[in-house]
C-alpha cells in the first residue's frame, strides 16, 4: 500500500523575518528569507513528486501490471509457436538461423521479466532458451553483458552527476556475484541520496597556504553552524524536557515534543528547530528578528545544506525501494515517466495486436510460415541497421 503523503504547510510567517517600517532588511536577513522560501519550495516539490509516485504505484498496480502480464502471457504463445514450427516446418538455412535467434532473444527476455508467468512457464522458458541457445554465444553474451554493464554504470554516474553526487562504481564488475552487485550499488545509491560518501578515497595531497585557510574557514563555520543549533536545541530542551515537569499531563505532552525536538536536532533540521520554537513559546518572530548578522549567516550555511540534500533526495526519489515496480515505465536515459492514461493506451495497443498475431498463427500452415518467414527477413534488415 503506497504511502499517503500531506499537503504541504504554508510557511509560517513567523519563519520569515519581517520588515521594519524604520529600516530595511540586512543582507543577511533577506538571504535568510530567501533561503527559507526556497527551503519551502524544494520541500513542497518533494511532497508533489512523490504524491505522483504513489498515485503511480496505486495505477500500475490496478491498471498498468495486468496489461504487462497479458502481454508477456501473449508473447510466450507466439513464442512457442515459433519453437514449434522450427521443429516442424521447413525453412531455408538463413531464416531458420534468424527465427532462432529472434526465439532465443525473446526467451531471454521474457525471463528477465516473468511479469505473469507462472512457475511451469519460467522452466519451460529456460529449456527453451538453452535449447536455442547459439554454440558460440558464451563468448559473444560475455562481450554484450560487459557493454551493457558499462552503459548501466555510466548511465548511473550520469544521473547521480546531475544530482549533483560523485558515485565512484570502479570496483564493480560482472565477476561479482549478482545478489552482492545489486546489494552494493543500491548502498551507494542510498549514500547518493543522504549526501553519503561511502566509495574509497584517494590519499590527500598536501594542502598549499590558501587550501589550508580555506579549509580553517569551512571547519570554523561547521564549528559555528553546530554550535548555534546545539544553543537552540539546549534553548528548547530546557523548556520541553519532560524530566522538568511535574504535572503529569504536561509531562506525557512534553514527551511528544521531546522526540520531535530531538529528531529535529538529529537531523540538522533548523527549519523544524525554529518552527517548534516558535510552536511551544510563541514567539513569533522575534528571535529571528533580533538575531545578529553573524548568527543568521550560519543559519543560511545550514538553510543552503538543506536545499541541497532536500534537492538530492528529491532526485533519487524514484531510485527508492518501494518504487521498485516503476522501473520499468522509467526511460532508462532521460530518467522521466510517460503519464498512466499514455502508457496504458500503448499497452493495450501493443496486446491487441500481440492478439492478433496470435490469431493469425491459428490460420492455415502456409499463412503460419509466410508470416514467421516475414518476421525472419524483418529481422535480418533490423541486425544489417545496427552500428556494429
Known amino acids: 500500500m503506497p504511502k499517503k503523503t500531506s499537503k504541504p504547510a504554508a510557511l509560517p510567517s513567523a519563519l520569515i523575518i519581517s520588515k521594519d517600517a524604520e529600516k530595511e532588511l540586512s543582507p543577511a536577513q533577506a538571504e535568510f528569507n530567501r533561503l527559507m522560501k526556497q527551503l519551502e519550495r524544494a520541500r513542497a516539490k518533494h511532497l508533489r513528486e512523490q504524491s505522483k509516485l504513489d498515485a503511480m504505484l496505486v495505477t500500475s498496480s490496478r491498471d498498468l501490471m495486468p496489461l504487462i502480464e497479458a502481454f508477456n502471457q501473449a508473447d510466450l504463445v507466439i513464442l512457442k509457436v515459433v519453437v514449434d514450427a522450427l521443429r516442424n516446418v521447413k525453412f531455408s538455412k538463413k531464416r531458420r538461423e534468424l527465427l532462432q535467434d529472434l526465439a532465443y532473444h525473446k526467451a531471454g527476455s521474457l525471463l528477465r521479466d516473468p511479469a505473469g508467468l507462472n512457475d511451469d512457464d519460467i522452466s519451460e522458458l529456460e529449456a527453451i532458451a538453452k535449447d536455442l541457445e547459439p554454440p558460440d554465444y558464451e563468448d559473444e553474451a560475455s562481450d554484450q553483458d560487459e ?27 560482472l565477476e561479482m556475484p549478482p545478489e552482492d552487485l545489486e546489494r552494493i550499488l543500491q548502498e551507494r545509491l542510498l549514500d547518493a541520496m543522504t549526501g553519503a560518501k561511502n566509495a574509497p578515497k584517494k590519499p590527500a595531497r598536501k594542502q598549499t597556504k590558501a587550501q589550508m585557510e580555506k579549509s580553517k574557514r569551512i571547519k570554523e563555520q561547521e564549528d559555528a553552524k553546530k554550535r548555534d543549533l546545539k544553543s537552540l536545541y539546549k534553548q528548547l530542551a ?31 533540521d533548523l527549519r523544524a528547530l525554529l518552527q517548534i520554537e516558535l510552536e511551544w513559546l510563541g514567539e513569533e518572530a522575534t528571535n529571528l528578528a533580533a538575531a545578529g548578522d553573524e548568527k543568521l549567516k550560519v543559519y543560511c550555511a545550514v538553510l543552503k545544506e538543506q536545499i541541497r540534500e532536500q534537492k538530492q533526495r528529491t532526485d533519487w526519489l524514484s531510485g527508492e525501494p518501494q518504487y521498485f515496480t516503476l522501473r520499468r515505465f522509467i526511460h532508462p536515459f532521460t530518467g522521466t515517466m510517460g503519464s498512466p492514461e499514455r502508457l496504458s493506451k500503448e499497452l493495450k495497443a501493443e496486446v491487441s495486436q500481440q492478439n492478433r498475431t496470435i490469431a493469425q498463427l491459428r490460420g492455415s500452415d502456409v499463412e503460419k510460415k509466410k508470416t514467421m518467414e516475414r518476421w525472419a527477413d524483418q529481422h535480418e534488415r533490423s541486425l544489417r541497421e545496427l552500428p556494429f
Do not use: C, Q
Open 238 to 268: 530546557k523548556a520541553l524536557h519532560p524530566d522538568l515537569e511535574t504535572d503529569p499531563e504536561l509531562k506525557v505532552h512534553k514527551e511528544t515534543w521531546m522526540k520531535r525536538l530531538t529528531s529535529a536536532y538529529a537531523d540538522g
Open 147 to 173: 557493454e551493457e554493464f558499462d552503459e548501466m554504470v555510466a548511465m548511473i554516474k550520469a544521473i547521480a552527476g546531475r544530482a549533483g553526487v560523485e558515485l565512484d562504481l570502479s570496483d564493480l564488475n
